[in-house]
């Protein structure tokens, strides 16, 4: 391993223990006050088997799945198990009215009958302390000045640390708000096939009802393979490339888990920000987290009513739909959390602990003051950039009329026309493809009533209020905005395949700007970027830099409170562990730790669009033919369990190991009660859902007869 720099070495003292269970860690900062405790909790492994960049190490069989998810290798053929719903793209993308995978699954019986994906992963190479060269470029810039440096000096480090022969990819993470930073270096892998993947009913069972939720009875795994070419290297897809042979796999447990068991999480999570500021924190739950939900909800009521009518549309709509909801109900959830925990009244208690310390130390005597004021000039904006990213541009219709402003900007400025057309036509079939006129329709005529009611008037695009008013009726009435929408849904080019080849082969800006979709896409667009925008990017500088001297303060002011500290969440590699742990939500509530098939039929409804079922599974689990995953202790076959693990999103698909390091479920949500876990950790509450690994190898083997998929593994018994 490389010679940890002095840098290294200060942050190896404040990345310790906090609470029991809290903390993502970096694998290459597992210090040793954390490694201890993670042995005393019940690992097994030594510190040189979960990272090492010298020889085959555990973090080897932990990848990046797709763009947003992780995934890991548990055979030595290159199997990868992941979410459900982070296959759910690759599985649309394959099924088809006639082999309708989605709904009905799918599982390959030989290598020849896996499917090709678009789908990439990627796995960690090393991770390199580069804190000392960023920080020297730094040195007495602050601002937007700050930013751009900082922007160019990463460019340049990932260019100068990457192989583009080789598939080899780093990205520099900034971590602590911008006081450390860490170079991740991976290879990237894109021949990658679907294997397998249960029903709809089993991998999204409880749909939007029970997401976030526990008890949880989801099947929510999917199954993919990794293929290399020549020396085992990356490739592009070819017939003839040999499954990849990984240098670490996952062994898979069969062992009944216990109330306190060690747990273990690698992978991904995405992003925290639990060092916020009480600005930001009251920012949420005022502003963004409200505004993003109601949005959310309007755009989800319209597709579900044509999702419902047909079946093609289910499929069509269906993993759009699964991504909006997500953080329609997390949003929702994480503002209850906020308030009900008070954790504002707990930033501000920190904030003036820090305050009475920064008296007379000029570099934070006004932070505060200032960081306050900051908000204050952004705040009265918020509201429209919600509404512009959430609302406005949700409309798939107005998303894809707003790409169509690089034409325009090629025709009036004499740019590359024929590119921009060629981009824009590859895109228009992408767009079709996707879009349901019908709900898009109601969203457009929805979004724009509401921009009207909440957004102040002196913020609207000029104008264009005024004329709708004029052409279409009263501004307080819902059947104006109906009449709207209609009218750019029947008019605009952008649907009518002989209108758009003839922009095409003559491209007019007159007939571009005329058009009302892209019209109306304009109007808001012009009007947010040419005002609001640059209020935006200067409360986003003035923000960061107060975050980062802040952070700093923090860690001069109070080294007890330092050494608990740990690097937010950045979607690069992470451990973190707890137990096996029921929980009491609220007074006489008591949650177990396991969910069984007894839940999951009680959970069963016929025909119901949540929580329907596959025949033979119903068939299965009322004879209790669940083989060799039976749980020895339940008499029952175990669906789901949970743990005290730190996770966030990215996580997702992420391995639950045991202290030997052997594959015990797959990490697929948090629990409604802690939904504040961005912002902050609740040490009581928090809790990681999982599916039962051997709920996943009953579901390949005895419901869908994939046995070749299990004779691939290493069981452990």
Partial sequence: MRKITLTLAFFLLIIVRSFADEGMWLPLLLGQQVYNDMAKKGLKLTKDQLYNINKASLKDAIIIFGGGCTGEIVSSEGLVFTNHHCGYDAIANASTMDHNYLKDGFYAKNKGEEIPTTLSVQFLLRIDDITAEVMDSLKGLSGAERVQR?????????????????????????????????????????????????????????????????????????????????????????????????????????????????????????????????????????????TLVKLRDVRLKYMFEEMKKDPAIKLQLASSYASIANYW??????????????????????????????????????????????????????????????????????????????????????????????????????????????????????VTKMFYDDIPKDQHPIGFYGAIKNSYGALDDENTYKKLAADIFSKTIIFDDARWKAFVARPDANVLQDDPAFAYASAFLSNYTSKYASYYQQFFTKNADYGRIYLKGIMEMDTVKAKKMYPDATFTMRVSYGAVKPYRPKDAVFYDYVTTSKGILEKYIPGDYEFDLPARQIELLKNKDFGQYADPIRKDLVACFITTNDITGGNSGSPVLNGNGELIGLAFDGNYEALSHKLAFDKDLNRTINVDIRYVLWCIDKLGGATNIIKELKLVK
């Fill in 329 to 446: 109900k997390f949003y929702d959830g994480e503002t209850k959390q906020l308030i009900k925990y008070d954790i504002l009244g707990q930033k501000k208690k920190a904030e003036a602990a820090f305050a009475a310390w920064a008296k007379g130390k000029p570099e934070y005597q006004d932070l505060l003051t200032d960081w306050g004021k900051a908000y204050d000039a952004w705040r009265p904006y918020a509201e429209h950039r919600q509404y512009i990213n959430e609302g406005i541009f949700g409309s798939p219709l107005i998303a894809f009329a707003a790409t169509l402003t690089s034409v325009e900007a090629a025709l009036v400025r004499s740019g590359n026309v024929s590119q921009a057309l060629a981009a824009a036509n590859e895109a228009r079939a992408a767009f079709l493809k996707g879009e349901n006129k019908i709900s898009d329709q109601r969203i457009v005529a929805a």
């Fill in 150 to 290: 900082q922007t160019s000096v990463l460019a340049s480090i990932n260019k100068r640390m990457s192989d583009a022969s080789q598939n080899i990819e780093t990205r520099v993470s900034p971590l602590f708000k911008g006081n450390q930073f860490m170079a991740f270096v991976y290879q990237r892998y894109t021949d990658v096939r679907l294997v397998g993947a249960p029903p709809e009913s089993v991998g999204k069972f409880g749909g939007d009802t029970d997401n976030w939720e526990w008890p949880r009875h989801t099947g929510d795994f999917s199954v993919f393979r990794v293929y290399a070419g020549k020396n085992n290297q990356p490739a592009k897809y070819a017939a003839d490339n040999q499954p990849l042979k990984p240098k670490w796999f996952l062994p898979v447990s069969l062992k009944p888990l216990k109330d306190g068991d060690f747990a273990m999480i690698w992978g991904y999570p995405g992003s925290t920000n639990r060092y916020e500021s009480s600005y930001g924190i009251a920012l949420s739950i005022d502003i963004n987290n409200p």
